[in-house]
């Protein structure tokens, strides 16, 4: 070949290089553990369903990097009185389709989530609220039952959805088809496979950062870690501790990681099968080595909690004191339930640790107790968690949090009877609760969860495990520091220069 046409090969492939490259930049990529539940809103809020919608749509208030709640498409708000709260509206948001986002979009969208026909999973985070109603184009004036102290750091998670389109489409198709006024519109959603997102050209903070953003299903965690390094991936959730220095050896990736209010924990059925039983509960507790885990099974990539509940959040308290590790003696409370050999459905999915569940499950079993893992997709294993108790398992791991750092999204949600994720029932502990989400008073609301904190240690119809340290890996180039409240907001994100 000439020497001529040789150089213009290479500049040829040159620019096909310098393209591709151009490509790569302008699409981010994420691998997420698990398909989108729910691109609703309003409906699940599971985590890999919460990064992606969130991304579509604006909410009423936000928390900034310090964890501060911050305006949003509320710009302020005012208390007129202990139940009454005026949000005045940004009057510069559009929608993805290009209509204007107004005050009766925001009274909708509150009404909408606290609406029973709903059915929102969300609804114990927001049903303190009794109505909203619009004042002005611009003001929006809510009312809760009561005086509601956690109610700002709750409207955090309340996302704006278009009044019109909603109505015009229906539930059903919204969830299809979601529309908002986020940084990011929905072009493709190939269930169980990936969600694709185009940056919304007039969207009123900022320019989006990316192009293109490509959230994947990607259930397999040495996967996700082999598409990060191969430059498949740009970003993954979920890394599993053992696997977190093969990600900081390498020159291409980072680990990034941090303590958030999440919390590990452990779902035991009060109301149905062996653990309706008081004794099999504790001994459950007693059987469970929580520092074995943690440094085990997460590296030190957690710490243990004697309550279900962590640091960042208000009402958190250390003053009540778990179960130690004890197995003779989970081994002799199960001998006097009468309960030896029998079998408790452990419910899992790909969300959460095999090895950590397998390791539970044998804690458990070496107390006397028959323990299967049943595991199934995130969204069956939702619904199984939130459905009657006969069918909800003895027993199931979860990662909480309700981003809002505040014991009232933990254990009312969790144990509050009458929620759908509650599997038990006690007076005296709904009492209290209810009691805690209705007074002003900060410290008496502290003294309210600690005693609601010690029938639960009592009653045992969940247990704390551990505080978890979020874990992600990145592409080297990546600029992005994780929060603990574990918001993936691809607008906080950019390649470093």
């Not at 046409?5 to 302008?26: H, N, P, W």
């Not at 949000?87 to 909708?108: E, P, S």
């Not at 040495?222 to 430059?231: F, Q, V």
């Not at 919390?263 to 009060?270: K, S």
Request: aromatic share 10%.
């Amino acid at each position: 070949m000439p020497a001529k046409f040789a150089s213009i090969s290479v500049l040829l492939l040159a620019l096909s290089a310098s393209t591709a490259l151009a490509q790569t930049k302008d699409t981010l990529t994420i691998d997420l553990p698990n398909d989108a539940a729910t691109l609703d809103p309003h409906l699940q809020w599971n985590t890999d369903s919460y990064i992606i919608y969130r991304n579509i749509f604006d909410n009423l208030l936000t928390r900034d990097s310090k964890g501060e709640i911050v305006p949003q498409i509320a710009k302020s708000w005012k208390y007129l009185d202990d139940k009454t709260i005026e949000f005045q509206i940004r009057d510069d948001v559009t929608f993805q389709d290009g209509t204007k986002l107004t005050a009766d979009d925001v009274a909708f969208s509150i009404n909408r989530i606290i609406d029973p026909k709903l059915k929102s999973p969300q609804l114990s985070q927001f049903d303190q609220i009794a109505k909203a109603e619009t004042t002005s184009p611009t003001v929006v004036k809510m009312t809760t039952k009561s005086a509601y102290p956690a109610l700002l750091a709750q409207l955090v998670k309340l996302s704006i959805v278009p009044k019109a389109y909603v109505e015009k489409v229906g539930d059903q198709e919204f969830n299809q088809k979601p529309m908002g006024s986020g940084p990011y519109k929905m072009t493709n959603w190939q269930k169980g496979v990936e969600t694709d997102l185009e940056a919304y050209s007039n969207y009123w903070r900022a320019k989006p950062p990316f192009q293109h953003v490509v959230f994947r299903a990607v259930p397999d965690v040495s996967t996700r870690i082999a598409d990060l390094k191969t430059g498949k991936a740009d970003l993954i959730r979920d890394v599993q501790p053992d696997q977190a220095s093969s990600l900081k050896e390498d020159p291409n990736t980072q680990l990034l990681s941090g303590p958030t209010e999440r919390i590990g924990y452990l779902y035991i059925n009060a109301e149905a099968g062996p653990t309706k039983d008081l004794r099999v509960r504790q001994a459950i507790a007693y059987a469970i080595d929580k520092q074995g885990l943690v440094d085990a099974l997460l590296e030190g990539y957690g710490k243990p909690v004697d309550v279900v509940g962590a640091e960042p959040v208000f009402g958190f308290t250390d003053e009540v004191k778990g179960y130690p590790y004890d197995p003779a003696k989970a081994a002799e409370l199960i001998k006097q339930a009468g309960a030896e050999g029998q079998t408790i459905e452990f419910l899992t999915s790909p969300s959460y640790s095999r090895a950590l569940v397998e390791a539970i499950q044998q804690m458990i079993s070496e107390a006397g107790l028959k323990v299967e893992i049943s595991s199934s997709d995130q969204a069956t294993f939702l619904k199984r968690r939130q459905g009657d108790p006969a069918n909800a398992g003895g027993l199931a791991f979860g990662a909480w949090s309700c981003a809002c750092q505040d014991a009232d999204g933990i254990i009312f949600p969790l144990f509050r009877s009458g929620g759908i994720w509650a599997k038990y029932k006690n007076d005296k502990y709904d009492t209290l609760v209810d009691q805690a989400r209705s007074t002003l008073d900060q410290e008496k609301r502290k003294d309210l969860y600690k005693q609601a904190y010690q029938i639960l240690q009592q009653d045992v119809p969940g247990l704390g495990l551990y505080q978890i340290y979020a874990l992600y890996g990145a592409n080297k180039k990546l600029k992005w520091e994780p929060t603990a409240n574990e918001a993936m907001f691809v607008m906080d994100m950019s390649w470093q220069q």
